[in-house]
């Protein structure tokens, strides 16, 4: 099978082609520079230039917690036309099935936890991501529609905090795993305060890259719907800042900022509609946590931020 991965150049995408190679698919990739999916034409000759059977959506403008809290609208305009343009111009070359990202942000914190699919749609998103997470649902709600008048099949995955190798390492507006090995790194190795966001209370489910690429290859070959692609299990904030400083070898006190916002204070995620599919992740999160540091320590100049 022909199946084209959008956002390839990223975190989830550079693990995605791997996994589908290594299963056989043939994959063709692309990266922002290679087309700009913001622009309906350009979407439109991408699509018809590939001819996939099959898209994994990977492609998305992202930020972390202030990030998406300074660009509410245009993490909206951008995300839904990259989405729409996206889904439309698959349906216009014949694609069988498209495997697209979402993300758990599309929850709202009144659900109760664990966070199930069957809540999607119950109550707002947290304000902090509300921008990115209606772009979200409304890509959601564009695949039902087109599999309800086109009969495109489709799976969604409503995606966790994720990392590892080839993620961008944005102190500032990026997500808080990357930005703290960023922070650890140049703490350790230029004798730099670590300062951290928020009072570290917050839990978060995090899950490795590799993981969520396989994740995504299952829900490309049984899927159906939507589909909570996360650990299942919650760290603290403190517990990853304490597991850095090991692995770093920061030798001093962490200093926490705590004008700065812990985002929504609990997340937790029912992943049993995966582990259904015969998913589950096989990555500790300390091993996994050390070797994206590594990564990171050894790719420094060409690591994107």
């Known amino acids: 099978m022909k199946v084209l991965v959008t956002g390839a150049g990223g975190v989830i995408g550079s693990a995605v082609k791997e996994n589908l190679s290594r299963h056989g698919y043939e994959v063709v990739s692309v990266a922002s520079k290679d087309a700009d999916l913001t622009n309906t034409e350009q979407t439109n000759e991408l ?30 305009f951008d995300n839904i036309r ?127 890259s590799s993981d969520a690429a396989e994740a995504m290859r299952i829900l490309l070959e049984k899927g159906n719907g939507a589909y909570n692609v996360a650990s299942g299990s919650q760290v603290s904030i403190v517990q990853v800042v304490n597991a850095l400083q090991k692995i770093s070898g920061y030798p001093h006190e962490i200093d926490w900022d705590r004008t700065k916002p812990d985002g929504q204070a609990q997340r937790a995620y029912d992943i049993s509609r995966m582990t259904d599919l015969g998913w589950a992740p096989t990555h500790d999160f300390e091993e996994a946590l050390a070797h994206t540091y590594g990564w990171y320590a050894n790719h420094i100049s060409e690591a994107r931020r």
């Open 47 to 76: 699509l018809e230039a590939v001819k996939p059977e099959a898209v994994i959506h990977l492609a998305a403008r992202v930020h972390g917690l202030m990030g998406n809290l300074r660009s509410q609208g245009s993490m909206y």
């Open 82 to 208: 990259i989405n729409t343009n996206l889904v439309e111009a698959s349906r216009l070359v014949g694609v069988k099935k498209i495997v697209g990202m979402g993300s758990v942000a599309m929850y709202s914190d009144t659900v109760p936890l664990p966070m199930s699919e069957s809540t999607i749609w119950d109550g707002p998103p947290h304000s902090s991501e509300s921008g990115y997470a209606h772009a979200k649902r409304a890509m959601l709600a564009q695949l039902e529609a087109y599999g309800d008048q086109y009969g495109m099949e489709f799976a969604f995955a409503l995606s966790t905090n994720l990392f590892g190798p080839n993620d961008r390492f944005d102190e500032t507006n990026g997500h808080v795993l990357p930005s703290l090995i960023s922070k650890f790194y140049r703490g350790s190795t230029a004798d730099e305060r670590v300062v951290v966001w928020g009072t570290g209370k917050a839990t978060r489910d995090f899950l490795y």
